[in-house]
């Protein structure tokens, strides 16, 4: 069974500071995503990395898949109140259903 | 794009009653389907899933069944409801192509 643990679990910070959430496991994935989740809605994909220590950048996010495809990050920087939310993983691997983790949930007070 | 309608968004059922949520699918041909619960801030707990029409695997045992009488269709049921139903229910799919899987709006069931 391919296991995907992310930390930290929650995250409570001030606007303007950086943070950093992280995403791992023992098993390769061929791709994995980063998803986004407002409460009381289903997730949004935020972005997928496929190569190995390929490196993605949205706006303030900054994704990293790592060198041997087993782990990936989440780098925000600056954060703002709009960044609150849970932060999902998810790895595609052996299966075809994808493996998700358990999530960080993030709040930026203003 | 690919892009899934969930509905209902919220639902109040008392214990004991039926329960049907249907989720429909845009965007795309012959997708693997899947029912998803979430705790309160936490992350997915696979329900069921399915990769084509009349079948359905299940990942746990529960109170809940799941159907797809069509293509771009999936329904979670039960017949009578229990007040561990309670939950934040997903539908979600993946692409034959793209396995990234994309959700539905979600249900929000509490069950009094």
């Known amino acids: 069974t391919q296991l995907l643990e992310q930390s930290p679990q929650f995250l409570s910070i001030q606007e303007g500071e950086n943070l950093t959430v992280y995403c791992n496991s023992s098993?390769?994935?061929?791709?994995l995503q980063w998803y986004r989740q407002e409460p009381g809605e289903g997730p949004v994909l935020l972005v997928t990395?496929?190569?190995?220590?390929e490196v993605k950048k949205l706006k303030r996010l900054t994704f990293q898949f790592g060198d041997a495809r087993k782990d990936s990050s989440l780098h925000i920087t600056a954060a703002q109140p709009g960044d609150t939310g849970l932060y999902l993983c998810?790895?595609?691997?052996?299966?075809?259903?994808?493996?998700f983790g358990r999530g960080t949930s993030l709040i930026v007070h203003p | 794009s690919q892009t899934i309608h969930q509905w209902p968004a919220t639902l109040v059922q008392p214990v004991g009653s039926p329960l049907s949520l249907e989720c429909t699918v845009e965007g795309t041909s012959n997708p693997n389907l899947y029912w998803y619960r979430q705790a309160a801030g936490r992350g997915l707990q696979l329900l069921f899933y399915?990769?084509?029409?009349?079948?359905i695997s299940s990942e746990v045992p529960q109170n809940l069944s799941a159907s797809r009488p069509q293509d771009r269709q999936f329904i979670l049921s039960s017949k009578k409801l229990l007040l561990s139903d309670s939950g934040f229910y997903l539908c979600?799919?993946?692409?034959?192509?793209?396995?990234?899987?994309?959700f539905g709006q979600g249900t929000r069931l509490t069950v009094v």
């Open positions: 399915s990769v084509g029409i009349g079948q």
């Open positions: 098993s390769v994935f061929s791709s």
């Open positions: 998810a790895g595609k691997g052996g299966s075809y259903i994808p493996t």
């Open positions: 990395v496929v190569t190995g220590g």
């Open positions: 979600a799919g993946t692409g034959v192509v793209n396995t990234e899987a994309f």
